[in-house]
């Protein structure tokens, strides 16, 4: 057990040594620095102070089986000891890793048949943009170039993931988009930019914006359009029905290749094994991750359909492409296990029919309170906008940051939810029970009412 002096000493030495993802440094040395977390088990992690939060964030969306699996750890104990690493290079594959690429056949949507496996959703994606690139080089369409992607989309930090990203705060500090790289449009975002189209209108308005954007540049020019099923970091923005089915006929109109970044929505979230099956989508390529492991191993796969496997396999030769750690055996044993658990405890079914609904129905007891302008979601996925004005949608602001005031008070009170813009995100474990959504829903509505009490909001409730 950690004492006192541990956590002191642990933030001096994290200060001197340690360059945080996603974090700003200066900002968190004067809020008294980082927060050490050190153990977990089920759904709840503890810090060095001995505090015990629920994660209503599963991680970083990925520990869907909750912490301390045993089941997880005595996979990777057994790979460990039997083959710690080998790679996919130069005609070898480790046993284990054939054997996931084959339970991902399974579990994939009809036509994916090939998986090459990477260590993190950024790299899947990077791997997928070059995989498009040499697809049309090989269909002798080497103009087909451009990636259309979305306003708000998150699909990874590398130069070329970041760019294709839509949320614009990814871009500055490394001078991006790449240029003649990325053409991005507008976002199925229907509470924000909805105006006065009903959802559906919307969600059309939006697939046509596709459209027109491909005719613009040229389909000639388009090589692929990347969007998430539902949005993740961006928003968790769920589109109208009509919005993917329209994108999947443009793109099969023009010939321009969709790829799915399922890395929040795959393997149960959003109540099917893939967010491509719950909104009728039919990717060329699949991007996984996460929830591929539950997050106990660095792992992650692109999925790629039979049609463009082919021409792969019969015309590219040597694929000059690969990561050291390219399906690793520990990463792909532990991935392999979580897949079979997801199966055997029914999860996918679970979030659809049983803690999902129950979730989203609490979550939609939110709406009453008044800083909250819509909630959102499916499955396990669900956000809360944060409004100063409900009828008229209007924010609190970015001097505010009303959204990182509840954040603030979320973490003070033992649960975490993330903040983004205006928004709070819910993304638990797939095994929460429904006494623990209880728990994170029932103080994430006490915090909405003691940051309503910090703003000056008059209607909040008296009793809070
Ligand atoms: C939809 C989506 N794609 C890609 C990524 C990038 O994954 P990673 O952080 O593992 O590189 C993320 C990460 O949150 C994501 O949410």
């Given at each position: 057990m950690s004492t006192p002096a541990d956590t002191i000493d642990m933030r001096e030495l994290d200060r001197l040594h340690h360059l945080h993802a996603f974090t700003d440094s200066k900002a968190m040395q004067q809020d008294g620095g980082t927060r050490v977390i050190t153990k977990a088990e089920g759904v709840y992690v503890w810090d060095s102070e001995g505090n015990r939060f629920l994660d209503g964030m599963a991680g970083l969306w990925c520990v869907s089986l909750g912490y301390g699996r045993k089941e997880l750890i005595e996979a990777a104990q057994q790979q460990l000891s039997q083959l710690p690493y080998y790679n996919t290079f130069f005609n070898c594959s480790p046993e284990v890793t054939i054997r996931l690429a084959a339970k991902l056949a399974e579990q994939t949507?009809?036509?994916?048949?090939q998986f090459f496996f990477c260590n993190s959703g950024s790299e899947a994606n990077d791997s997928i943009i070059k995989l498009v690139r040499l697809y049309w080089n090989l269909m002798r369409q080497p103009r087909k170039k451009m990636f259309i992607a979305r306003h708000y989309a998150y699909h990874g930090v590398t130069v070329a993931t970041a760019s294709i990203s839509g949320l614009t705060d990814m871009h500055p500090q490394w001078d991006l988009p790449l240029p003649n790289f990325v053409s991005h449009v507008d976002a199925p975002y229907w509470y924000k930019h909805g105006g006065d189209l009903t959802p559906d209108e919307f969600g059309i308005q939006c697939a046509r914006a596709l459209e027109n954007r491909i005719l613009e540049l040229g389909p000639e020019t388009v090589a692929a359009f990347i969007g998430e099923p539902v949005y993740g970091a961006g928003g968790v923005m769920v589109p109208p029905p009509t919005y993917w089915p329209e994108v999947v006929r443009i793109c099969q109109k023009y010939d321009v290749l969709l790829c799915a970044d399922e890395v929040v929505c795959g393997f149960g979230r959003t109540g099917q094994w893939f967010g491509s099956q719950t909104f009728g989508i039919k990717p060329d390529f699949m991007t996984m991750g996460k929830g591929l492991s539950s997050g106990y191993m660095p792992i992650s796969a692109v999925g790629v359909h039979e049609r463009i496997a082919k021409v792969l396999r019969e015309k590219a030769g040597e694929i000059v492409h690969g990561f050291?750690?390219?399906?690793?055996p520990v990463a792909a044993a532990v991935a392999l296990r979580n897949l079979q658990i997801i199966e055997e405890e029914n999860l996918v079914k679970r979030v659809r029919e049983d803690i999902g609904p129950y979730f989203q129905q609490k979550l939609g007891g939110l709406l009453d309170h008044p800083l909250v302008g819509e909630v959102r979601g499916i499955g396990l996925l669900g956000a809360v906008e944060i409004v100063k004005d409900k009828r008229t949608r209007e924010t609190w602001g970015p001097e505010i940051r009303a959204a990182f005031k509840v954040r603030g008070h979320c973490f003070a009170n033992s649960i975490i939810m993330r903040a983004a813009r205006d928004c709070l995100y819910a993304s638990p474990p797939l095994v929460i029970s429904k006494t623990e959504v209880d728990e994170l829903l029932g103080t994430f509505r006490q915090c909405l009412d003691l940051t309503a009490r910090d703003l000056g909001v008059s209607d909040f409730r008296k009793d809070a």
């Open positions: 949507p009809e036509g994916i048949t050291t750690y390219s399906g690793h």
